[in-house]
Protein backbone atom coordinates (compact mmCIF):
# COMPACT_ATOMS: atom_id res chain seq x y z
CA UNK A 1 0.00 0.00 0.00
CA UNK A 2 1.49 2.81 -1.24
CA UNK A 3 0.46 5.83 1.10
CA UNK A 4 0.86 3.25 4.70
CA UNK A 5 2.15 5.06 7.24
CA UNK A 6 5.04 2.76 8.82
CA UNK A 7 5.43 4.77 12.31
CA UNK A 8 2.05 3.80 12.91
CA UNK A 9 0.17 1.27 15.49
CA UNK A 10 0.54 -1.87 14.83
CA UNK A 11 2.49 -4.98 13.90
CA UNK A 12 4.86 -5.73 11.50
CA UNK A 13 6.53 -8.74 10.22
CA UNK A 14 9.94 -7.97 9.09
CA UNK A 15 12.57 -10.32 6.93
CA UNK A 16 16.32 -9.17 6.84
CA UNK A 17 19.12 -10.77 4.62
CA UNK A 18 22.91 -10.59 4.82
CA UNK A 19 24.43 -9.46 1.34
CA UNK A 20 24.35 -11.80 -1.59
CA UNK A 21 22.62 -14.54 1.01
CA UNK A 22 26.09 -15.45 2.45
CA UNK A 23 25.98 -17.62 5.44
CA UNK A 24 27.39 -14.91 7.93
CA UNK A 25 25.53 -15.67 11.18
CA UNK A 26 26.42 -19.19 11.98
CA UNK A 27 24.86 -23.27 11.22
CA UNK A 28 21.73 -24.72 11.54
CA UNK A 29 22.13 -28.03 13.38
CA UNK A 30 19.83 -30.72 14.67
CA UNK A 31 16.57 -28.09 13.80
CA UNK A 32 18.45 -25.41 15.64
CA UNK A 33 20.31 -22.28 15.11
CA UNK A 34 24.15 -22.23 16.33
CA UNK A 35 25.18 -18.53 16.10
CA UNK A 36 28.20 -17.55 15.89
CA UNK A 37 30.03 -14.35 16.81
CA UNK A 38 28.21 -12.06 14.24
CA UNK A 39 25.12 -14.07 14.96
CA UNK A 40 25.12 -12.90 18.33
CA UNK A 41 25.66 -9.80 17.34
CA UNK A 42 22.38 -9.83 15.43
CA UNK A 43 20.57 -11.31 17.99
CA UNK A 44 21.38 -8.63 20.76
CA UNK A 45 21.11 -5.94 18.94
CA UNK A 46 17.79 -6.81 17.75
CA UNK A 47 16.53 -6.99 21.46
CA UNK A 48 18.10 -4.08 22.40
CA UNK A 49 16.09 -2.19 19.98
CA UNK A 50 13.09 -2.87 21.79
CA UNK A 51 14.83 -2.04 25.06
CA UNK A 52 16.19 1.37 23.65
CA UNK A 53 12.81 2.68 22.31
CA UNK A 54 10.22 2.86 24.41
CA UNK A 55 7.38 2.67 21.77
CA UNK A 56 8.64 -0.33 19.97
CA UNK A 57 7.49 -4.20 21.86
CA UNK A 58 9.67 -7.28 20.28
CA UNK A 59 7.64 -10.48 19.72
CA UNK A 60 8.62 -13.83 17.68
CA UNK A 61 12.35 -13.54 16.68
CA UNK A 62 15.16 -15.80 15.05
CA UNK A 63 18.82 -15.73 13.26
CA UNK A 64 18.97 -18.03 10.45
CA UNK A 65 22.68 -18.30 8.93
CA UNK A 66 21.96 -15.37 6.06
CA UNK A 67 18.72 -13.99 7.43
CA UNK A 68 16.57 -12.65 10.34
CA UNK A 69 12.94 -12.57 10.61
CA UNK A 70 11.20 -11.23 13.46
CA UNK A 71 7.74 -9.06 14.46
CA UNK A 72 7.77 -5.47 15.80
CA UNK A 73 5.04 -4.12 17.56
CA UNK A 74 4.63 -0.33 17.21
CA UNK A 75 2.49 0.80 20.14
CA UNK A 76 1.90 4.08 22.15
CA UNK A 77 4.99 4.27 24.78
CA UNK A 78 2.55 3.66 27.41
CA UNK A 79 0.95 -0.06 26.24
CA UNK A 80 5.19 -0.84 25.85
CA UNK A 81 5.66 -0.09 29.18
CA UNK A 82 2.76 -2.18 30.23
CA UNK A 83 3.91 -5.50 28.48
CA UNK A 84 5.78 -7.99 30.57
CA UNK A 85 6.12 -10.86 27.82
CA UNK A 86 8.86 -12.62 26.80
CA UNK A 87 10.92 -12.96 23.82
CA UNK A 88 9.40 -15.92 21.81
CA UNK A 89 12.49 -16.95 20.48
CA UNK A 90 14.35 -20.84 20.82
CA UNK A 91 17.33 -21.39 22.83
CA UNK A 92 20.08 -20.30 20.46
CA UNK A 93 18.22 -17.09 20.10
CA UNK A 94 17.45 -16.46 23.41
CA UNK A 95 19.63 -13.42 25.32
CA UNK A 96 21.95 -15.04 27.98
CA UNK A 97 19.85 -15.67 31.28
CA UNK A 98 16.46 -14.91 29.73
CA UNK A 99 13.53 -17.27 30.22
CA UNK A 100 12.11 -18.48 27.16
CA UNK A 101 8.34 -19.17 26.51
CA UNK A 102 5.43 -17.98 25.31
CA UNK A 103 4.28 -15.32 28.21
CA UNK A 104 2.48 -16.82 31.59
CA UNK A 105 -1.42 -16.15 31.92
CA UNK A 106 -0.63 -13.01 33.91
CA UNK A 107 1.62 -11.40 30.89
CA UNK A 108 0.11 -9.19 27.91
CA UNK A 109 0.42 -10.57 24.66
CA UNK A 110 0.94 -7.42 22.58
CA UNK A 111 -1.50 -9.73 20.00
CA UNK A 112 -4.26 -8.85 22.49
CA UNK A 113 -3.43 -5.33 21.71
CA UNK A 114 -6.16 -3.19 19.92
CA UNK A 115 -3.58 -1.69 17.59
CA UNK A 116 -3.36 -4.86 15.92
CA UNK A 117 -6.50 -5.38 14.73
CA UNK A 118 -6.84 -1.99 13.87
CA UNK A 119 -4.69 -2.96 11.38
CA UNK A 120 -6.66 -5.22 10.47
CA UNK A 121 -9.53 -2.54 9.76
CA UNK A 122 -7.21 0.28 7.55
CA UNK A 123 -5.76 -2.14 5.19
CA UNK A 124 -9.60 -3.75 4.89
CA UNK A 125 -8.00 -6.97 4.67
CA UNK A 126 -5.72 -6.51 1.97
CA UNK A 127 -2.43 -8.35 2.15
CA UNK A 128 0.79 -6.32 2.37
CA UNK A 129 4.68 -7.97 1.45
CA UNK A 130 6.48 -5.73 0.21
CA UNK A 131 10.55 -4.65 -0.21
CA UNK A 132 10.98 -1.64 1.34
CA UNK A 133 13.83 0.89 1.29
CA UNK A 134 14.26 2.17 4.84
CA UNK A 135 12.66 5.41 5.49
CA UNK A 136 14.09 8.87 8.00
CA UNK A 137 10.68 9.42 9.54
CA UNK A 138 11.42 9.49 12.81
CA UNK A 139 9.88 6.12 14.98
CA UNK A 140 9.11 4.46 11.68
CA UNK A 141 9.44 0.89 10.97
CA UNK A 142 12.29 1.78 8.55
CA UNK A 143 14.22 4.27 10.70
CA UNK A 144 13.86 0.90 13.43
CA UNK A 145 15.37 -1.37 10.81
CA UNK A 146 17.78 1.07 9.43
CA UNK A 147 19.48 2.07 12.75
CA UNK A 148 19.22 -1.71 13.70
CA UNK A 149 21.37 -2.73 10.23
CA UNK A 150 23.55 0.00 10.86
CA UNK A 151 24.75 -0.73 14.68
CA UNK A 152 25.48 -4.46 13.57
CA UNK A 153 27.20 -3.28 10.30
CA UNK A 154 29.71 -1.62 12.89
CA UNK A 155 29.91 -3.61 15.45
CA UNK A 156 31.29 -6.41 12.99
CA UNK A 157 33.32 -4.04 11.03
CA UNK A 158 34.86 -3.55 14.42
CA UNK A 159 35.23 -7.21 15.33
CA UNK A 160 36.94 -7.84 11.64
CA UNK A 161 38.64 -5.13 11.12
CA UNK A 162 37.60 -5.26 7.27
CA UNK A 163 34.36 -2.91 6.18
CA UNK A 164 32.31 -5.54 3.66
CA UNK A 165 28.96 -5.64 3.41
CA UNK A 166 26.96 -7.79 6.08
CA UNK A 167 23.08 -6.80 4.90
CA UNK A 168 21.70 -7.10 1.53
CA UNK A 169 20.18 -3.91 0.72
CA UNK A 170 16.33 -2.71 1.94
CA UNK A 171 14.83 -5.51 3.83
CA UNK A 172 11.40 -7.27 3.31
CA UNK A 173 7.63 -6.37 5.24
CA UNK A 174 4.23 -7.62 5.81
CA UNK A 175 1.66 -5.56 7.71
CA UNK A 176 0.14 -7.95 10.31
CA UNK A 177 -3.69 -7.89 9.40
CA UNK A 178 -4.96 -9.97 12.65
CA UNK A 179 -4.55 -12.49 15.62
CA UNK A 180 -4.98 -15.13 13.16
CA UNK A 181 -2.54 -13.73 10.83
CA UNK A 182 0.20 -12.86 13.57
CA UNK A 183 -0.20 -16.05 15.16
CA UNK A 184 0.88 -17.85 11.71
CA UNK A 185 3.89 -16.04 11.21
CA UNK A 186 4.64 -16.84 15.09
CA UNK A 187 4.38 -20.47 14.29
CA UNK A 188 6.65 -20.16 10.47
CA UNK A 189 9.11 -18.26 12.49
CA UNK A 190 9.19 -20.87 15.55
CA UNK A 191 9.44 -23.88 13.12
CA UNK A 192 12.10 -21.72 10.38
CA UNK A 193 15.48 -23.67 11.92
CA UNK A 194 13.68 -26.94 11.21
CA UNK A 195 12.63 -25.62 8.28
CA UNK A 196 16.33 -24.94 6.90
CA UNK A 197 16.90 -26.87 3.96
CA UNK A 198 13.53 -26.45 2.73
CA UNK A 199 13.42 -22.37 2.63
CA UNK A 200 13.41 -20.35 0.26
CA UNK A 201 16.75 -18.42 1.82
CA UNK A 202 18.60 -20.94 2.00
CA UNK A 203 22.24 -21.10 1.34
CA UNK A 204 23.26 -22.95 -2.66
CA UNK A 205 27.31 -22.19 -2.92
Not at 65 to 93: K, Q, S
Not at 150 to 167: C, D, E
Amino acid sequence: MDNFDYSSCGGYYVTICTANRKPLFGEVSMDRTILNEYGEIARDEWFRTGDVRPNVAIDEFVVMPNHIHGIIMIMPDDDCRALTMEPHVDNANARRGDPVGRPSSNDHDPADHPCVENVNVRLSGKRVNRRLTPTLVSGSLGAIIGQYKSVVTKRIWKLTGVKTPVWQRNYYEHVIRSVEDLNEIRKYIRENPSNWKKDEYHFQS
